[in-house]
């Protein structure tokens, strides 16, 4: 885990940076009405590398427009929903980053979370914000009840007020899990043990990798709609492991994110069953983006999904877009790429929330309409930092777009394989 005073000493610098413009901004303006934006990110932990580059990035981009959004003067706040004693987001923490969003009164919409399960505390409590519903832009939910019926009273249970204030541009993992269940029949898979971490969206991508998986004819020798549990908070799972390899799978499927315990998990796999040219191994895109996972020797040949395209993919599909342009930009104002491909997703992000407050008369409950009645917010292709045309529903909050790339872990880094579209 990364140590705390690292992750709070950056942010104190990407902060910086993001509100330097009260000092560089010029008269006209300084005249302009300021309005916040946030982020709302785990910070400490595993994922803090790809969520600094995420801060990093939008700090970026919003120094590139000159920070405004029509006639409006954009100021940027960062939020850490993490805890070191959790080493990744922390329920109570997201509770009460809602309410500090709530009550910051220049603030008018938050873009995150990175997991699901905060988005499912915070969202509610922005719905009930007074004078009107605060918005929610996330780079990285995938879980589907967020948007779509899933499990009982999803997603009405989090829009006590009726009316949607929450979207996303990423796909969901109705779409990842069905992708990598695809992929693994595609490669010869044949019978596969599924875990998943307890958590939201753990639970989330596994029961979709499950449901497709026997569909298409593949053994699933994990039992019940989740696969089995992990505790993060075991020091061993040989036990797990050795029960699992009685069973002769062709590849365990890990449904969850790295900071739970995953490298012991992930180590133990490899002790007691084989590296993964001997029993496979792959992940949804909640072991994307860490390179702590990526540099294990035990990791090596892994398959991974990400719920969208790969910044790879997208500097290839437009290399000379809107996106290759930021992605130089940003190495050259960083000295270094973005950790993962969620840091440009979280700029695409921005850029939703920037339209829509631009479109709207400046209050949350403005911007909140500019998404989610009308036109709403389209991005287009020669603007948007994916390369491609981004449009929201006004309906669910969900970006149009299905995209999947599924990667391989080969010398210590995150390669993309291919694009991957579900059948």
Known sequence: ????????????????????????????????????????????????????????????????????AGKYTVKLKIYDNATAAKGGWDDAKCAANAQAHVANKSEVAVMGTYNSGCAKIIVPILNQAPGGAMTMISNANTNPGLTKTWNPGEPDVYYPKGIRNYGRVCTTDDVQGSAAAQFAKSIGIKSVYVLNDTQTYGQGVAQAFTTEAKKIGLTVLSSGAYGEGWD????????????????????????????NNGGQLVKDKTKVLGDNTVVKMMAPDGFTGYPDFNSMPEADGAYLSFAGLSTELLLKNSPNGAGAKFVKAY????????????????????????????????????????????AGITIPAAQSVLGKALVISTLSGDTLAKDITIEQVTGGQETTLKAWTVK
Not at 233 to 258: C, H, N, R, W
Not at 346 to 366: H, P
């Open 1 to 68: 885990m990364k140590k705390s005073y690292r992750a709070i000493s950056i942010v104190a610098s990407v902060a910086m940076v993001a509100t330097a413009l009260v000092a560089g901004t010029s008269a006209a303006q300084a005249a302009s009405p300021v309005l916040t934006i946030s982020t709302d990110l785990p910070l400490q932990g595993s994922s803090f590398d790809s969520n600094d580059s995420t801060n990093k990035a939008i700090a970026l981009y919003l120094k590139q427009i000159n920070y405004k």
């Open 232 to 259: 993060s908070k075991q020091s061993s799972y040989e036990a797990l492991f050795t029960k699992i390899k009685a069973l002769a799978p062709d590849m365990v499927y890990i449904g969850g994110i790295f900071d």
């Open 331 to 374: 190495k050259a104002a960083y000295k270094k790429d973005p950790v993962g491909s969620y840091p440009i997703y979280g700029v695409a992000a921005v850029q939703v929330i920037l339209a829509a407050l631009a479109k709207s008369d400046g209050t949350r409950k403005g911007v909140t309409n500019a998404i989610f009645s009308g």
